[in-house]
């Protein structure tokens, strides 16, 4: 029952390993670059800070993106900010990159004038605390109340095509979406290991998942 947490140089891994050890009673937790060993396990966890341009260029070079496409088609998977926006089809980072694909639509730049409802102007990256208002009833929203608190850093935001997916939604200038859900993929923006109480609920929900 092993919890893998893919690693493609990218990320504070280990914070993300060592948040899902204090809540996964017992499961192992690796940290991983072996296509076999995310293949094998029971559990993925497919987190990520930085360029979307940098993540896919990692990932080709380790050659894993093919078996980061499989364990998202067929176990529980839980993406974090970046390892959230590649699953879509493109990126407009960096000049723009083609993603893993898995569902359709873009990631898109907040914007240099971005602005509050009252015209104030917000800063960009969006780097904090901020809301989540969980849009469906998931299990990985289990004992997490609506309107909870998550910690955010990101400069750019998911805009996919099947609003169907939307599992959560953040205010930040604008309306995006922070989690989105399918069978047994949930994906989220913000950072659960960076989230305090409610992270870790998060995170412990995932371990005790089956995908369903």
């Given at each position: 029952?092993?919890?893998?947490?893919?690693?493609?140089?990218?990320?504070?891994?280990?914070?993300?390993?060592?948040?899902?050890?204090?809540?996964?009673?017992?499961?192992?937790?690796?940290?991983?670059?072996?296509?076999?060993?995310?293949?094998?396990?029971?559990?993925?966890?497919?987190?990520?800070?930085?360029?979307?341009?940098?993540?896919?260029?990692?990932?080709?070079?380790r050659d894993l993106q093919?078996?980061?496409?499989?364990?998202?088609?067929?176990?529980?998977?839980?993406?974090?900010?970046?390892?959230?926006?590649?699953?879509?089809?493109?990126?407009?980072?960096?000049?723009?990159?083609?993603?893993?694909?898995?569902?359709?639509?873009?990631?898109?730049?907040?914007?240099?004038?971005?602005?509050?409802?009252?015209?104030?102007?917000?800063?960009?990256?969006?780097?904090?605390?901020?809301?989540?208002?969980?849009?469906?009833?998931?299990?990985?929203?289990?004992?997490?109340?609506?309107?909870?608190?998550?910690?955010?850093?990101?400069?750019?935001?998911?805009?996919?095509?099947?609003?169907?997916?939307?599992t959560g939604t953040t205010?930040?200038?604008?309306?995006?979406?922070?989690?989105?859900?399918?069978?047994?993929?949930?994906?989220?923006?913000?950072?659960?290991?960076?989230?305090?109480?409610?992270g870790l609920q998060l995170?412990?929900?995932?371990?005790?998942?089956?995908?369903?």
């Amino acid at each position: 029952m092993t919890i893998a947490v893919v690693d493609y140089g990218m990320g504070n891994l280990r914070s993300v390993a060592k948040a899902l050890e204090h809540v996964a009673e017992g499961q192992p937790v690796q940290v991983t670059s072996s296509a076999d060993d995310i293949r094998n396990a029971a559990r993925v966890v497919f987190p990520g800070q930085g360029a979307a341009r940098d993540c896919m260029h990692e990932l080709i070079q380790r050659d894993l993106q093919d078996v980061v496409l499989q364990a998202a088609r067929e176990k529980p998977f839980l993406g974090i900010c970046m390892g959230m926006q590649v699953l879509l089809d493109y990126s407009e980072e960096n000049a723009g990159i083609n993603c893993l694909g898995l569902y359709g639509g873009d990631v898109r730049f907040f914007g240099n004038d971005l602005r509050a409802a009252n015209g104030t102007r917000l800063k960009v990256p969006h780097m904090g605390w901020n809301q989540v208002q969980q849009t469906v009833d998931h299990p990985l929203w289990q004992g997490i109340e609506d309107n909870s608190r998550f910690y955010f850093v990101h400069s750019y935001y998911m805009n996919p095509e099947d609003h169907s997916l939307v599992t959560g939604t953040t205010t930040h200038g604008i309306n995006f979406v922070s989690a989105i859900g399918r069978n047994n993929v949930f994906a989220v923006q913000f950072h659960p290991e960076k989230s305090a109480r409610d992270g870790l609920q998060l995170l412990k929900n995932f371990s005790r998942w089956n995908g369903k």
